[in-house]
């Protein structure tokens, strides 16, 4: 598939102070990505940089196999044939939907502006609603509405910067599914700027976490839950706890635990001491299992329990247990580990590890 969306090397700064630096991915056409990060991360400024409204303070970006920004260099953003989605929706109030779907379409004449019109409404099932005014629709589909008129033109690129921020969770992660569909549908390249995580993994295809000014990692939503690139991922992916261990003979780990896992992170010597992630998943609740933990909390999820679980050498793990299993605080109850896909980082105090040829630990 032909690149549609690159972005090279990408530093954005204001007033000297660089708010994401050295950002590198691609978009092929017709794919969704995400910006996935905490907020004051960057990822915004990143958007709005290939929107065309932040010039770069280094790298570039190309949109459609055209160089649309470098330093020094920026194309307007009605030049670039991007459309964008905002948080807040912006409709025009005294403009039906029909009226604000046609209303980015005023370049196109009145007959391909119709049957667009007349294509988006039923893409985006609207046409019971065609006559009524924003305030007369629910957010949900206001938030169509406003989908629907930013890719009336038909854009190379869709960008929605935090659209789904008003709606409440549950219905926030619908939409994102329902938005994906009609997105594929219509083959428009798109991405999506959130906070949240479950939003990402029900719209996009590829997704880059963004902490501290950097792209962590670039990858799907599997690979980023069981095989996170670094500390900063594996702890805003998903739930889970960093238990240690220290690497022993043959590339496995001994877990304060007292169990036994492996592979142990590459170029870690034997004696490194690591940080182990464990998921929910990651442990099983086994009556015959001779591990057990106390139950320290416990959260009711309906079908499941999430137990915090402390171990003998206090430290938590996190337990997900079916509902019927309804044990109290206080309480041991007993675990088997079943880690199919291990994630472990050497600990980044070189005292802890007390090897001073440690490759994991030099810089």
């Not at 649309?68 to 920026?74: E, I, K, L, Q």
């Not at 238990?243 to 590459?266: R, T």
């Given at each position: 598939m032909p690149i549609q969306l690159d972005?090279?090397?990408?530093?954005?700064?204001?007033?000297?102070?660089?708010?994401?630096?050295?950002?590198?991915?691609?978009?092929?056409?017709?794919?969704?990505?995400?910006l996935l990060g905490p907020s004051g991360c960057g990822k915004t400024s990143l958007l709005r940089a290939i929107a065309g409204f932040e010039p770069l303070a280094s790298g570039e970006i190309h949109l459609h196999g055209k160089q649309?920004?470098?330093?020094?260099?920026?194309t307007p953003p009605e030049k670039r044939r991007i459309g964008m989605v905002f948080q807040d929706f912006a409709l025009f109030p005294h403009l039906s939907v029909s009226e604000n779907i046609s209303f980015g379409m005023r370049l196109m004449d009145k007959k391909q502006t119709a049957s667009r019109v007349e294509e988006l409404?039923?893409?985006?099932?609207?046409?019971?609603?065609?006559?009524?005014?924003?305030?007369?629709?629910?957010?949900?589909?206001?938030?169509r509405v406003a989908l629907a008129?930013?890719?009336g033109p038909k854009p190379e690129i869709l960008l929605l910067d935090e659209p789904f921020s008003s709606m409440d969770a549950e219905l926030r992660e619908h939409l994102a599914r329902d938005i994906r569909l009609v997105l594929k549908k219509d083959g428009v390249t798109a991405i999506l700027v959130t906070h949240d995580q479950?939003?990402?993994?029900?719209?996009?295809?590829?997704?880059?976490?963004?902490?501290e000014g950097q792209l962590r990692q670039w990858n799907n939503a599997y690979e980023l839950y069981h095989r996170p690139a670094d500390t900063m991922v594996s702890a805003f992916i998903g739930m889970?706890?960093?238990?240690?261990?220290?690497?022993?003979?043959?590339?496995?780990?001994?877990?304060?635990?007292?169990?036994?896992?492996?592979?142990?992170?590459?170029?870690?010597?034997?004696?490194?001491?690591?940080?182990?992630?464990?998921r929910p998943d990651d442990l099983i609740h086994d009556d015959d299992s001779q591990l057990t933990f106390?139950?320290?909390?416990?959260?009711f999820r309906g079908a499941e329990f999430l137990y915090t679980l402390k171990t003998p050498d206090g430290e938590k793990v996190l337990c997900m247990v079916q509902s019927h299993h309804n044990h109290q605080i206080g309480e041991k109850i007993g675990v088997r580990l079943d880690v199919?896909?291990?994630?472990?980082?050497?600990m980044s105090d070189c005292s802890e590890c007390q090897l001073t040829n440690c490759q994991s630990h030099q810089s």
């Open positions: 972005v090279k090397n990408v530093s954005v700064a204001y007033d000297g102070v660089a708010v994401v630096t050295g950002i590198n991915f691609t978009l092929d056409v017709g794919q969704i990505g995400c649309v920004s470098s330093v020094g260099a920026t409404l039923d893409l985006m099932e609207l046409r019971a609603f065609r006559h009524q005014h924003p305030h007369e629709l629910s957010g949900g589909q206001q938030q008129r930013a890719m479950f939003e990402a993994f029900a719209m996009a295809d590829e997704i880059g976490v963004v902490g889970g706890v960093m238990v240690s261990g220290q690497v022993i003979e043959n590339g496995q780990i001994a877990l304060s635990m007292g169990e036994i896992v492996k592979p142990a992170p590459e170029n870690c010597e034997v004696g490194c001491m690591v940080s182990v992630l464990l106390k139950i320290e909390d416990r959260a199919q896909h291990l994630t472990s980082f050497p």
